[in-house]
Every structure is written in C-alpha cells, then in structure tokens.
C-alpha cells in the first residue's frame, strides 16, 4: 500500500500548490501531564531499554522531561528482571547486560515508585506485551527507482501459513540503523503476501536524493524483519498517520493513538522478535542505478 | 409502530371521506376535465409550476415537473387563467372535456411591476412541503462564483440551512449532515460523485438547467433513500421552435450549448459540452517534463424529447464527464456516465404516468506511471439500474393523488488494484463486488380541505435487499472476523424493509401568510466510506448488510411564510428538529480504502439536529435578492468514539449567514455581490504532545471539541450584456471571489517555526485569496 500512499501524496502535492499557508495564533487547552512509555524488548542479546518521560503542552518547546527514579520490573512470567536507570542517560532504565526476552513468551512490563500527577501519591502502571515469532527472510534485493529517488528494498519471504502474523521491517546499513523512527518504519499484515508468499515485495527504503549518502560499492544493506503483535501494528500505523497532517482531503478527524499502558499513560511497550537477511552492493547494481538515472 | 400504522389508514379514509362529502356537490352532473400542458411561446420549453386558476374560484392548481396539469370543473363556461413569473398572463374559456397546449409570451424586459393574474391564488395552490427551494438558472447565473464557473450546486449553498463542506468546495451539507446523506438528481438518474477537480467544481452545467430544486428534509413520498435532503436537477427540453446556441470562455473553461428542433414543435435536441483548457497551454512550459502532464475535466449533456402525440411524450437525457489528472509520477481519472429514458403518457384527462429508465455509472481511475515495473493499477466501479413508474390521478382542483414505485439495482466493484507488467511484484488486490436491490412504493395524498386548510399525507415503504455472489462476515465485539459467509449468484441473503410516513399541512392564515407543519420519516440503505470533510474522487459506496442496519431520520418541521401586500417581500422562518438512528461513523483511524471488512471500521451511532432557519427576499425591478440565517445544533454519538460521549458533526455552523443582492444599474449592466459567514467548523486540536520511537505523536482530548476561525467572505460580480440585448449578443461576466482577500483556514497544522526557535506554531493553510476572473459569453 506503499505506492497509495505516494499517490494520495503527489494529488495532495498538486492540490496545495493552490494552497498558502499562513502562521495563526491559537490558544490550546493543555491536559493534565501523563506519563509515556517507550519500551522495546527484543529477541537478541543487545542493550534493552525502555524510556520514560512526561508529555508536555502541545506548543511547548522543551523536549520531554525525563522521568527518574522509577522502579521498573520486567516479568516473564517466571523470572522478574529489575531494569536500572542509566547514570548518563535520565529516564533510560536498562536491562542487564545480555538479557534477551524469548519468542512465545509473554513480557509484563511494571512501573511504580513514581507521581506524575503530582498529588503526592505514587503511582503505578503495567503494560503485557507477547513475543510472536519470525521466520527468516530467504533474500533480499535492491532496486533502484529513479522517479521516487530512492532504492527499494525488496523481500523474499515463506509465511507461515497457519497464523495471522504482522511484521515490522527496519534498515541498516553498514550495521547502523537508517530507519530510527516510527515514521520510517514498515509495519504489514500477512495479507500484505500473496498466497504467504513474498516475491520481491517492496518493503522498505533507502533515500537516494542528492541530500543522502550514496551507496558505494561493498556497502552491507541489511533488512531488520521483526514479529510484533497486531496491536503494535496498530500503533505504528497510527503514529504515522498522525505525523501525515490534517487536510480535509484524505484524513478524517485526528485521534489518539491506541498505546497499551494501563492507568492513562501513553505510548507503548513491545516485546518483538528479529530475523536479518544481508546484501552487499555490487559494481552491477550501481550501473543499473547510473543506467535509470 | 402498529398503532401508528392504524392512525395512518384512518387518517387516509377520514380524508377520503371528507373529500367525498364537500368537495364533490356535483356528483352525477356533467363535470369535465381540462388538461394539457402550459410551454414558453418564444422556444417550447415546458413550464414547470405555472398557476392554473378557475377565475372566480379561487382554486386551481400548479404543472407539474413535465409542464402537464389537469382539473376538473363544474359545469357550464369556466375561465382559466395561467400565469407564470415573467410571463404575460393567459386566459382561456373552457366549457367541456379538452386538452390544451397553452404557449405564454415572455413579459418583454423593463416593463414596470406586473401584476401577475391571479396570483392569490397561486399563493394559495403553493404546495405543503417545507423547507423546498428552487433556483432558476437565470438566477444561479448572476451569482458571483469561483473562476467564474457558474455552479448550481455553489448557488444552493447560499440558502439557509446548507452550507459548503470547504473552502470552495461544491459538496454541501444540509443542516449538519454528512454530504453522503444528500440524493442528487439529474433527470431522475442519482449522481454519486458530482465533483470536478477535487470537489471545487460540480458536473451540474448551468448551461443545461432548467430548475433546481432542494427539499432539505420533508421529502415528497416519491423520494426516499437519504436522511438529509433531495437535489433534484431538471435539465431543459430543448429549443422547440429554432436553433440557438451559445458559446463561452472563461478563465478555465469554455462552454459551449447548441439546441433545437429536430421536428418543429415536435421534437428537440439540446446539448451543452464544456471543457477546462488550463493543461493545453503546458506544452508551452518553459519546463520540459511538463509537457506531457494532463490536468482537465470535462462534461456534456446531451437530451432529446419528442412529442409523438397530445398523450406521449418521450425523453431521453444523457451525462457524460470525466476529470483527468496524468504527470510524470500518476495518473488519476473519474467520472459519470448517466442515461435516463422517460415516457410521459396521459392515460386519461385526469391520470398522468411516467415511466423511467435510467443507467448511471461512476468509475475511477488511479495508477501510478507506467513505465515502473511495480505499476500499480487501481480500478473502481460503481453501477446502477432503475426503473420507476409514477402516476399522478387529479382528482378535483387542489386533490391529487399521487402512487408509484421504483426499483434500483445496485452494482458496487469497490476496488481492484493489479499491477500490469507481467514482472510486476504487486500482488493483485480485488474486493468482492457487492450487489444490492432497492425499492420504494408510495401512495401520497393531497387535497385542500377547507378554504383555510391543505393537507398532504404520504407513505413510503422501502425494500433493501442483498444479492448474491457476494460475502459476508462476521464481527466479534473487538471488531475482529470470526467467520466469513459466502453467497452464490442470485441468493438474496438479506433484506431490510420499512415504512416512511410523510405528512404536512398548510394553514392559510391570510391570503398573505400561511402557517406549515410538517413530518417526515426516511431511510438511507447505502453510504459513502468517508470521514473526511472534503470530497474526493476515490468514493467507496457501501450498503446496508447483516452487519450495517439503514440509517433513519424521523424529522419534524414548523414554519409561518409571509408576503407582503405588494409582493416585493416575502418572509420566511422554519424551525426544525431531526433524530437519527444507526448512524454510520468510523473508528479512530480507519482503513477505508480497499479493506474488504470495511464494515468492522464502522461505529453506529445516534445523531441529532435541531435549529431554525430565517430567510427575506425581495424582489423590484432594479433590485433583488435574499438574506438568510440559520441556527444549527447538529451532534452524534458512535460507538466508542469520543471515549462514548457526544460530539459536534464537522459540519455544525451555529451560525450561518449568507447575503446575495442584485442590482440592476443600466439597462444593460447588473451588479451582483455574495456575502457569507459562518460560524468556524468543529475540529479536534491537539492538547498535549509526548514522544515515542523519535517521533512526536499529539494528544488530544474530544473529538471536534475545538473549532475553525469563523468562516466569511465577499463576492462581486458584474454582468455586461452587449447592445443587442439578453437573448441574442454578448455578455461579459466579471467577478471577484474573496474580494476582502480574507485568508479562510481550510486546513490547521502544526509545523516547527522555521525563522523563530519558539517550538511549535499552528499553521493555516488557506486556498484561495482574492480571485478575479472574467468570462464571456456569446449567444446565437
């Protein structure tokens, strides 16, 4: 649905040129502070944390103000594991070194010992998020589209046939992750493959406009496929179609997103698994690229 | 339910009786009947609503929508008098059983203040409905538009209780209402999408226009399907006696409309094209890659009517228009193709009939360029059939009695997305089609009871039916699919049905002012998938189904009309109050875009509407126009939306004005102007704002708990006509849309302050300044 989305895009492109657009003075209401939860949890021996902050007024210039000295537990059920506030980083609690969560399990998150109201009372707050698997990817390819200025990442994939899976896809490049954000992400639906079947679908990107950095020859793209839960799926969709703008052509009323942090918190805490399939820029594959240009 | 049903049939006999006891003292003498049909003189066009008045009666009745009438009168010579505004009155002495083709002369321009004969009684005869307006082409012409488009659909926004969904957009709302609850009509055929251009422009020609008509919320019984209002469009017969035409440009169209007799007297033909030009001058553009970019609409109508003899007639309408859109990255094109066949027959003197056939279709377009081997293609169709009878029995002056029935055939493909190339990795994505039947019989009753009294009583009963192939499906209370229902072709898997009371009764309280109440019930079996406040090309019509029930509207309506002695004002003030049941909304973020479940998008929900609506016209010779208000109050509550509390309907203007005043200053020169406000629509603004994954995310606290900067703006225009005078020559239209260059929100967002480091600062974006434009029209 990638390609509806560009579209969708050029006729707005197209339609705003007739546009202005002006600065307004607007006084919002601002909501009492909550606090929000940012929490990955990943299947590989990597560092493990989850971020907490508080929101902030809508026009507000700060950035989110950290929350510290919060005690946060992670459970599987089984074993509880005490995540630690970093000393440099306010507001990161880290899991110990080499902890890695397991697909099939069920992760429970738990935050207390803090008052972000305010009223002197502390707080608590839990979120459970389960670890679905992922089956490794077969290959991957990239192709060059001259029109769009970028490559495209292209999956071959088996899905299991059997469940309803939804997948997150990430970028890296040389071992560093280009796609950071929730608004560079790529979250789809099992549907999204025919037949459970992925030949050569079109799942992520790498920016190839005069701003970004070309690829050079032995270059190592590779894709980051995760299993994550439909409700992360939700939420990843939601977060991007709340950074698209408000323009009465395509989008309805904005709403919030659907986090899963009990007791009014926001954001989201996840437990997902991760398969990798690599690929090295050949000399061909920058011809191609010279080729469409 | 069954009680009503019960007070419905008394109330119809009590009628019936009444009617027989009072009205008919003549019963056995030589009573005879008079109809026929009443046409301009200068080019054949049948007059709709011209006065038919027994003189010395003071009864009589109006033509209907095909310029036929009919009346019974008592024995002996009888004078009938025909009037119509602008045009020199008719009389004619009548003594037996006749039909009559009675041709009325324009009133020749300037002439002082004519009273029309028996105007009185054409007040009297006015119909019960409330809330009906009509608008003439001739009017809807001198209003100042946009780009100097003329746009029926622009000049209905400016009557109370409609307004435009945005900035300047053809697609309107009708007392809060959501645009998908409003039936348009062309030639009886329904427009689906009647958008040009991203909604900015209609496919309604004015060029082609007759009248048009919008009843906002007390439907006549033959009309049913939508909860908010009918636009019923009336596209012009065809010049009868002589070819004329016009041609016109403008800034981004020309238009061009040729009419004449086929046979004099006997059959015409009409047909009016325009097509927009901006994208001819682009290969021009210094910008190579511009060259092959394409960005136009076009329509054309095309009617023909014959005349076989005093009790045939025949019609035949057809629309066809198409938008285009291609640059280097996409193309996009959409339209309409609408037929209509009608067969008027006058069985007898007194029973009328008309039989109707139409074809409609609106189809899209979308792909992305073609030369990427992961071209997409996307293609949606949406196809309709109808065939309609209507039969109108005059029964006494002022006493009709009116039946008919109609029956659609819905055909829906909503989306198929392939992907051409052969090598292409897309994955073909086709929604199931989905059919649908809907039919609506209905008997409606109208007589004038007492000197002081009209009544009118309808009754509609609607019929949905789901047919297969088709699938359906299950939902659990999270929304999820738990099971998925397959039909063969031809299973009719599903039927709502219902029962749409009309009723409505006219108090002549003086020969000047006359008191209206009215009630209303409707039912709506299919809708548009679309949250969004503007129109889009990309519509998704869907149906009633197991899951989704047909949205009903229960209306009550209340008025006083007054006129003053000389005629030049007339006022008006209505008051309404409108309960809805299985409202359609969606949930927070919906896919509504090639989702095969899209029915688990779907909140239901309750809406409710209540306000009154103002309105003073005048009219004198030099100087015309109107000034309407209206106070609205429209909210829903759906679902689990706004955490289950009510909310406002983006369309919720509390205050609505509009202005239009013509001014006639030479003989050959008019000003005109528009003036609008309205109170700045709900939107939900954020409150809060918090930080995840990098990436900013809004809080919000209510849905459409905030609203817009109040909406207003000034219009000009000013119309030349050559020497020559109005019906033949030139005629220069100026206008100036915006004229105070207000900077009107259409959109609000929230962007990073680029020259200041003050964070966040909202942002509007408007669309349109101050617009001049300038058109000219040539008329042969």
């Not at chain 1, 560009?6 to 600065?23: D, P, Q, R």
């Not at chain 2, 629309?319 to 193309?331: I, K, N, S």
């Not at chain 2, 039909?487 to 009723?503: C, K, Q, T, V, W």
Request: hydrophobic residues 40%; contains cysteine; glycine residues 8%.
């Amino acid at each position: 649905m990638k390609q509806l989305v560009f579209i969708i895009n050029i006729v707005m492109a197209v339609f705003l040129s007739w546009g202005c657009a002006e600065y307004i003075d607007l006084d919002l209401e601002t909501s009492d502070q909550k606090l929000v939860v940012d929490g990955m949890i990943t299947s590989e021996r990597h560092i493990q944390y989850v971020r907490l902050s508080r929101s902030v007024a809508f026009m507000d210039d700060t950035v989110s103000p950290p929350v510290s000295g919060a005690r946060v537990l992670l459970s599987d059920g089984y074993n509880v594991e005490t995540l630690r506030e970093a000393n440099e980083m306010a507001g990161f609690y880290v899991a110990k070194n080499g902890f890695a969560a397991t697909p099939g399990n069920s992760y429970e998150l738990t935050v207390s010992e803090v008052d972000i109201d305010g009223d002197g009372v502390e707080e608590s707050y839990q979120a459970i998020s389960y670890m679905p698997h992922v089956n490794k990817p077969d290959s991957i390819d990239l192709l060059f589209d001259a029109s769009w200025e970028m490559w495209k990442v292209l999956l071959w994939f088996n899905d299991p046939p059997d469940s309803e899976d939804y997948y997150l896809f990430r970028v890296l490049l040389n071992g560093t992750l280009i796609s950071e954000r929730i608004s560079e992400f790529t979250v789809v639906s099992d549907r999204f493959f025919e037949n459970g079947r992925a030949d050569g679908v079109w799942v992520q990107s790498i920016n190839a406009n005069e701003e970004a950095e070309p690829l050079q020859e032995g270059d190592v793209v590779t894709l980051q496929m995760c299993g994550i839960t439909e409700a992360y799926f939700d939420f990843v969709k939601s977060v991007q179609r709340e950074g698209r703008g408000q323009y009465p052509l395509f989008s309805g009323p904005p709403a919030n997103v659907p986090g899963n942090i009990s007791n009014g918190a926001l954001g989201f805490f996840t437990a997902f698994s991760v398969s990798y399939a690599n690929l090295v820029v050949s000399a061909g594959l920058l011809e191609e690229k010279n080729n469409s240009d | 339910m069954t009680n009503f049903k019960f007070f419905f049939i008394f109330f119809l006999l009590f009628l019936q009786y009444q009617a027989t006891v009072k009205a008919r003292p003549n019963v056995g003498e030589d009573v005879f009947t008079v109809s026929g049909y009443v046409k301009d003189g200068a080019t054949g066009e049948m007059l709709v609503g011209a006065s038919v008045i027994v003189r010395g009666s003071g009864t009589g009745t109006v033509t209907n929508v095909y310029g036929f009438f009919s009346i019974e009168l008592s024995p002996g010579e009888q004078i009938l008098q025909f009037g119509f505004l602008g045009y020199q009155p008719v009389e004619r002495i009548v003594s037996q059983t006749t039909h009559l083709t009675v041709e009325m002369i324009p009133q020749p321009e300037l002439l002082e203040e004519v009273t029309i004969a028996g105007e009185e009684g054409a007040v009297s005869v006015r119909s019960s409905l409330l809330g009906l307006e009509r608008l003439e082409p001739s009017s809807i012409g001198r209003m100042p538009v946009l780009m100097g488009e003329t746009d029926p659909l622009k000049a209905i926004q400016m009557l109370p209780g409609v307004s435009a969904t945005s900035e300047g957009s053809s697609n309107f709302t009708v007392r809060g209402g959501n645009p998908d609850q409003n039936l348009l009509l062309m030639d009886e055929a329904i427009v689906y999408n009647a958008g040009h251009l991203l909604g900015f422009f209609s496919v309604f020609n004015n060029d082609a226009i007759k009248y048009v008509e919008l009843y906002k919320g007390d439907f006549p019984a033959s009309e049913g399907g939508r909860l908010s209002s009918v636009l019923d469009v009336h596209t012009r017969d065809g010049n009868m006696k002589q070819f004329q035409g016009s041609a016109g440009i403008g800034l981004i169209s020309s238009r061009l409309n040729l009419e004449g007799p086929i046979k004099k007297n006997k059959a015409s033909f009409l047909f009016t094209g325009r097509r927009t030009y901006a994208d001819l001058f682009l290969p021009l553009a210094s910008d190579e890659e511009l060259h092959d970019n394409q960005l136009y609409f076009y329509d054309t109508n095309f009617k023909m009517n014959w005349i076989a003899d005093e009790k045939n007639r025949f019609f035949l309408s057809a629309y066809l228009g198409r938008d285009v859109f291609r640059d280097e990255m996409a193309r996009l094109n959409f339209g309409n193709r609408t037929l209509s066949l009608r067969w008027n027959r006058v069985f007898s003197p007194s029973l009328f009939a008309n039989f109707t056939f139409v074809r409609g279709q609106y189809d899209y377009f979308l792909g992305t360029s073609e030369t990427d081997i992961d071209d997409m293609e996307w293609v949606s169709e949406f196809n309709d059939y109808m065939f309609g009878a209507d039969f109108s029995w005059f029964l006494a002056p002022e006493k009709t009695f009116r039946f008919g029935a109609r029956s659609f055939f819905h055909s829906i493909a909503p989306g198929d997305v392939t992907g051409p190339d052969e090598n292409s990795f897309l994955k073909e994505v086709e929604l199931p089609q989905n059919n649908s039947l809907e039919h609506g019989a209905y008997v409606s009753y109208s007589n004038r009871i007492a000197s002081w009294l009209k009544l009118r009583v309808g009754l509609r009963y609607s019929l949905f039916q789901n047919v297969g192939p088709g699938k359906s499906f299950r939902f659990d209370d999270a929304y999820e699919v738990t099971d998925t229902i397959s039909y063969s072709s031809g299973d009719i898997f599903n039927s709502y049905h219902g029962l749409e009371p009309r009723a409505g009764a006219s108090v002549f309280l003086s020969p000047r002012l006359t008191a209206k109440i009215s009630y209303s019930r409707t039912r709506q079996y299919i809708q548009l998938a679309s949250n969004s406040t503007s129109s889009t090309p990309l519509d998704v019509w869907f149906p009633a189904s197991p899951n989704v029930k047909p949205q009903t509207s229960d209306q009550v309506s209340l008025g006083l009309f007054g006129k003053s002695r000389n005629g030049v004002f007339e006022h008006s003030i209505e008051f309404f109050n409108k309960w809805m049941e299985n409202t359609i909304d969606f949930k927070d973020h919906p896919d509504l875009l090639l989702n095969e479940t899209i029915e688990g998008e779907v909140r239901f929900g309750k809406a409710w509407a209540r306000g009154f609506e103002l309105m003073s016209k005048w009219n004198t010779d030099r100087f015309s126009g109107w000034v309407g208000y209206t106070f609205l109050k429209s909210e829903r509550v759906a679902g689990g939306i706004n955490n289950g509390k009510p909310f406002l309907s983006p369309y919720d203007h509390t205050h609505d004005v509009s202005v239009f005043a013509d001014y006639r200053l030479a003989s050959r020169v008019s000003l005109s102007a528009n003036w609008v406000y309205y109170t700045g629509s709900p939107v939900t603004l954020p409150v809060g704002r918090f930080d995840v994954g990098g990436t900013m995310v809004p809080l919000y606290s209510q849905r459409n708990g905030e609203r817009m900067p109040d909406y207003h703006r000034l219009d000009f225009s000013c119309i030349i006509h050559s020497k020559r005078g109005k019906e033949k020559g030139g005629e220069w239209v100026f206008s100036l849309y915006n004229a105070y260059g207000r900077k009107n929100a259409w959109a609000i967002n929230f962007v990073n302050d680029e020259e200041g480091d003050s964070g966040i600062r909202a942002e509007k974006t408007y669309l349109f300044s101050v617009v001049p434009s300038v058109s000219y029209t040539f008329k042969f």
